[in-house]
Protein backbone atom coordinates (compact mmCIF):
# COMPACT_ATOMS: atom_id res chain seq x y z
CA UNK A 1 0.00 0.00 0.00
CA UNK A 2 1.12 3.05 -0.79
CA UNK A 3 0.82 7.25 -2.13
CA UNK A 4 1.93 8.80 -4.86
CA UNK A 5 1.78 12.81 -5.29
CA UNK A 6 2.59 15.17 -7.52
CA UNK A 7 2.76 12.47 -10.61
CA UNK A 8 2.42 13.67 -14.08
CA UNK A 9 -0.84 11.56 -15.86
CA UNK A 10 -0.50 11.07 -19.80
CA UNK A 11 -2.52 8.64 -22.29
CA UNK A 12 -0.70 6.19 -24.72
CA UNK A 13 -1.89 4.20 -27.01
CA UNK A 14 -4.97 3.94 -24.78
CA UNK A 15 -3.14 3.55 -21.65
CA UNK A 16 -3.11 5.65 -18.86
CA UNK A 17 0.68 6.23 -17.86
CA UNK A 18 1.13 7.62 -14.45
CA UNK A 19 4.96 9.14 -14.62
CA UNK A 20 7.03 10.51 -11.74
CA UNK A 21 9.09 13.65 -13.97
CA UNK A 22 7.47 15.48 -16.64
CA UNK A 23 7.42 14.18 -19.96
CA UNK A 24 7.59 17.15 -22.07
CA UNK A 25 11.08 17.16 -20.98
CA UNK A 26 11.78 14.21 -22.66
CA UNK A 27 9.86 15.45 -25.93
CA UNK A 28 6.49 14.80 -25.31
CA UNK A 29 4.26 17.16 -26.99
CA UNK A 30 0.61 15.44 -26.02
CA UNK A 31 -1.18 16.46 -22.88
CA UNK A 32 0.04 16.67 -19.83
CA UNK A 33 -2.21 16.36 -16.48
CA UNK A 34 -0.41 17.81 -13.74
CA UNK A 35 -0.69 17.30 -9.76
CA UNK A 36 -2.18 13.72 -10.03
CA UNK A 37 -2.26 11.60 -7.07
CA UNK A 38 -2.30 7.74 -7.20
CA UNK A 39 -3.19 5.86 -3.93
CA UNK A 40 -2.79 2.06 -4.13
CA UNK A 41 -4.77 0.02 -1.77
CA UNK A 42 -4.07 -3.74 -2.90
CA UNK A 43 -1.67 -5.94 -1.19
CA UNK A 44 0.65 -7.02 -3.68
CA UNK A 45 3.10 -8.54 -0.94
CA UNK A 46 0.50 -11.21 0.27
CA UNK A 47 -1.14 -11.89 -3.52
CA UNK A 48 0.43 -15.22 -3.35
CA UNK A 49 -1.97 -15.63 -0.06
CA UNK A 50 -5.01 -15.42 -2.43
CA UNK A 51 -7.00 -18.64 -3.61
CA UNK A 52 -7.22 -18.63 -7.25
CA UNK A 53 -11.07 -17.20 -7.76
CA UNK A 54 -10.61 -14.70 -5.01
CA UNK A 55 -7.23 -12.92 -6.10
CA UNK A 56 -7.29 -9.70 -6.05
CA UNK A 57 -6.78 -7.25 -9.63
CA UNK A 58 -5.61 -3.96 -10.02
CA UNK A 59 -8.90 -1.94 -10.69
CA UNK A 60 -8.03 2.08 -11.06
CA UNK A 61 -10.96 4.42 -9.73
CA UNK A 62 -10.86 7.90 -10.10
CA UNK A 63 -12.42 10.44 -7.19
CA UNK A 64 -15.82 11.54 -7.73
CA UNK A 65 -14.96 14.82 -5.91
CA UNK A 66 -11.26 15.23 -7.61
CA UNK A 67 -10.64 14.64 -11.05
CA UNK A 68 -6.98 14.35 -10.24
CA UNK A 69 -7.23 11.78 -7.56
CA UNK A 70 -6.63 8.27 -8.69
CA UNK A 71 -6.59 5.19 -6.45
CA UNK A 72 -6.30 1.48 -6.97
CA UNK A 73 -8.25 -1.36 -5.86
CA UNK A 74 -8.23 -5.22 -5.55
CA UNK A 75 -11.87 -6.20 -5.69
CA UNK A 76 -14.85 -4.82 -7.38
CA UNK A 77 -16.76 -4.44 -4.03
CA UNK A 78 -14.17 -2.44 -2.66
CA UNK A 79 -14.23 0.50 -5.65
CA UNK A 80 -18.45 0.12 -5.22
CA UNK A 81 -18.01 1.09 -1.63
CA UNK A 82 -15.75 3.90 -2.13
CA UNK A 83 -15.90 7.32 -2.90
CA UNK A 84 -14.11 6.36 -6.41
CA UNK A 85 -15.37 5.27 -9.92
CA UNK A 86 -14.12 2.60 -11.88
CA UNK A 87 -11.63 4.06 -15.09
CA UNK A 88 -11.73 1.20 -17.08
CA UNK A 89 -8.51 1.71 -18.72
CA UNK A 90 -5.46 0.11 -18.30
CA UNK A 91 -2.64 1.76 -16.58
CA UNK A 92 0.45 1.45 -15.23
CA UNK A 93 3.33 3.67 -13.21
CA UNK A 94 6.35 4.63 -14.41
CA UNK A 95 9.17 7.08 -13.21
CA UNK A 96 10.22 7.73 -17.11
CA UNK A 97 8.77 8.37 -20.68
CA UNK A 98 11.11 6.25 -21.61
CA UNK A 99 10.21 3.70 -19.25
CA UNK A 100 6.50 3.79 -20.82
CA UNK A 101 7.65 3.30 -23.93
CA UNK A 102 9.62 0.35 -23.19
CA UNK A 103 7.16 -1.41 -21.17
CA UNK A 104 4.32 -0.65 -23.81
CA UNK A 105 6.64 -1.40 -26.78
CA UNK A 106 6.38 1.82 -28.63
CA UNK A 107 10.07 3.24 -30.16
CA UNK A 108 11.83 5.41 -27.21
CA UNK A 109 12.46 8.54 -29.73
CA UNK A 110 10.43 9.81 -32.09
CA UNK A 111 10.89 8.06 -36.18
CA UNK A 112 12.52 10.59 -38.62
CA UNK A 113 10.62 10.62 -41.61
CA UNK A 114 12.48 9.43 -44.53
CA UNK A 115 15.20 11.92 -46.18
CA UNK A 116 14.90 12.07 -49.81
CA UNK A 117 18.12 11.83 -52.03
CA UNK A 118 18.44 14.02 -54.57
CA UNK A 119 18.62 12.66 -57.87
CA UNK A 120 21.85 13.95 -59.67
CA UNK A 121 21.81 12.06 -62.98
CA UNK A 122 18.94 14.18 -64.33
CA UNK A 123 20.97 17.46 -62.88
CA UNK A 124 24.58 16.37 -64.73
CA UNK A 125 22.53 15.18 -68.18
CA UNK A 126 20.18 18.61 -68.47
CA UNK A 127 24.19 20.20 -67.43
CA UNK A 128 25.60 18.43 -70.21
CA UNK A 129 22.71 19.40 -72.76
CA UNK A 130 23.17 22.61 -71.88
CA UNK A 131 26.83 22.41 -72.02
CA UNK A 132 26.56 20.70 -75.79
CA UNK A 133 24.32 23.21 -77.01
CA UNK A 134 26.30 26.42 -76.16
CA UNK A 135 29.23 24.76 -77.68
CA UNK A 136 27.38 24.06 -80.63
CA UNK A 137 26.23 28.19 -80.83
CA UNK A 138 30.42 29.11 -81.25
Known amino acids: MFARENLFLIELNGTLVFLATDPRNDGYTGEVTVG ?4 DRTDDENLHRWLLDDQPRRIL ?23 YEEVGQPFLEV ?3 AEAHERLGLPTAPVAPPQHKRRWGCGIIALLLLATGCLLLF
Open 36 to 39: VALD
Open 61 to 83: GRAFHDERQFCVFGFPEQIRNSL
Open 95 to 97: RTL
